[in-house]
């Protein structure tokens, strides 16, 4: 308690105590009016949120487009993003990078013409196959075996 309230006499700081009390009853029923009002406002609004078809979602939804545009325009963001922009173009620029992303590009130019050649070569020994004797015979022995088992 403070200095001054004791400094009262007793019969004084129970008159004092007894203010107090009824300045707190009148903030705590102030306080429950409030509530009360408030509840009854959220009840209201979500009766007509309802009627006009306003989801929790869709509010969430907007909240959240709303902050990250809230952030995207604080100056702090902006600066983080010029910052990574230069790291960027700094990491891009640099000879080492020069250098490997050639080689990538090299290596992807080879295996694509390495595997565009393979391929090509399976394809006309496949049709070579189809297109020879022995395999023609066999299909047909196989065709007359399906046939017959088949019957």
Do not use: C, H
Not at 5 to 23: A, D, G, P, T, Y
Not at 52 to 73: H, Y
Not at 113 to 135: C, E, P, Q, Y
Request: hydrophobic share 30%.
């Amino acid at each position: 308690m403070s200095q001054s309230f004791m400094n009262l006499s007793l019969e004084e700081q129970e008159i004092k105590k007894e203010e107090w009390r009824k300045e707190l009853a009148e903030v705590e029923y102030e306080i429950q009016t409030m509530r009360q009002v408030l509840t009854s406002k959220l009840r209201k609004s979500s009766e007509l949120k309802r009627k006009l078809g306003i989801t929790a979602w869709g509010e969430f939804s907007n909240d959240i487009s709303q902050g990250l545009r809230n952030v995207k325009e604080t100056s702090t963001f902006q600066t983080i993003e010029e910052k990574v922009e230069e790291v960027s173009k700094a990491i891009s620029s640099a000879p080492l990078y020069q250098k490997t992303e050639t080689a990538l590009k090299t290596t992807a130019e080879k295996t694509t013409t390495f595997l565009g050649g393979i391929t090509g070569g399976l394809s006309a020994k496949i049709g070579a196959v189809k297109n020879s004797d022995t395999f023609r015979s066999m299909e047909e022995r196989v065709g007359s075996v399906y046939t017959n088992v088949k019957v």
